[in-house]
């Protein structure tokens, strides 16, 4: 991937005209549940009918979890002042961050003992690495690479695999992955083999945490179902691929009631959508490591408030909001 589209839902009140809410509709190709095809359309007749919002949210919200995610956003930035600042707390003042993992991409060992050296540099300890795209072998040479000169104490390495790995021998090489005391690994194997799946969190040395699982899984009752099926030990929320920040808090407090453990991980966003996504984790997240690091990807991001140092997120709200990109929208 080398470009992203997003769409912004920008809402006001005809009694004030000034006061805007802005909200993002991020899609991933190959992975959003949203259907391309009308995808704008949907967002058009949206626009259109705004003032019937609840009925679109109970209707056809459920089929376009991105738009829902960012029309529920606008209409709380809206309702908020169109500030951008949902609620007044430490994280908005500037003076707690979120913490966060760093991303690496695995290459040749000089280019990830770069990656990790600037990492800690800034201040990461927890990293995440993409593993099931190179040779398996390999990747395990350079998961020792790294565990060799940077021991656990050091650094908290969590893996993903985005389903790269057959049901058929997943198992053997989670008992391989085990020796580098691993924190987790992210989707083993592709969603869908609920049984599959539930006998790897079972018998997994590696403790597994779902996320393409959670996508499309809509109702109550379906998501408590799929937990108590799994039993993983974590999961984690993407909101504008679960359908918003009400429905991920549906799922965080089922999780809760389950005992299992999750973070957030933001979905390519703009800072549009990240903030939102960053302000909802400071109050419901807890003290996990949250993927909230991907606005560093854009060379055309809007600039905010939101930056990272020593690997965490803060809000610094001196440094503005530059939205003249939006300004034609």
Request: net charge negative.
């Amino acid at each position: 991937m080398r470009t992203k589209e997003s769409w912004f839902i920008i809402v006001q009140q005809e009694a004030d005209m000034s006061v805007r809410g802005i909200g993002e509709c991020s899609l991933i190709p190959g992975l959003s549940p949203d259907p391309r095809e009308g995808f704008e359309k949907e967002l058009v007749y949206l626009c259109r009918d705004i003032n019937n919002y609840e009925n679109w949210m109970g209707q056809q919200g459920q089929f376009f979890p991105a738009i829902r995610f960012g029309l529920e956003t606008a209409l709380e930035d809206l309702f908020s002042g169109g500030s951008r600042v949902f609620e007044e707390n430490q994280f908005t003042a500037g003076n707690n961050g979120i913490a966060i993992n760093g991303l690496i991409w695995m290459g040749e060992p000089d280019f990830m003992k770069q990656q990790i050296r600037e990492k800690l540099e800034a201040g990461f300890d927890c990293i995440k690495i993409k593993i099931g795209a190179i040779d398996f072998e390999q990747e395990l040479e350079l998961l020792g690479m790294i565990r060799r000169e940077y021991g656990p104490g050091t650094i908290e390495i969590r893996v993903d695999a985005n389903g790269a790995f057959l049901p058929a021998g997943a198992l053997e090489k989670l008992k391989r992955l085990s020796s580098f005391n691993l924190h987790s690994i992210e989707q083993p194997i592709r969603p869908g083999q609920a049984e599959i799946m539930a006998e790897l969190c079972e018998k997994s040395p590696v403790p597994i945490a779902l996320d393409e699982e959670l996508i499309g899984v809509n109702d109550p009752v379906s998501r408590r179902k799929l937990l108590n099926t799994i039993v993983p030990q974590y999961v984690i929320f993407k909101p504008s691929l679960l359908g918003g920040l009400n429905i991920t808090a549906s799922w965080a407090m089922l999780a809760d009631t389950l005992g299992i453990k999750w973070w957030v991980t933001s979905a390519l966003e703009s800072n549009i959508g990240l903030n939102a996504i960053a302000q909802w984790t400071y109050k419901y997240g807890g003290s996990s490591y949250q993927g909230l690091g991907t606005g560093q990807l854009y060379t055309n991001n809007i600039p905010s408030p939101l930056v990272i140092e020593k690997g965490q997120l803060f809000f610094k709200s001196e440094l503005g909001w530059d939205l003249n990109a939006l300004e034609n929208a």
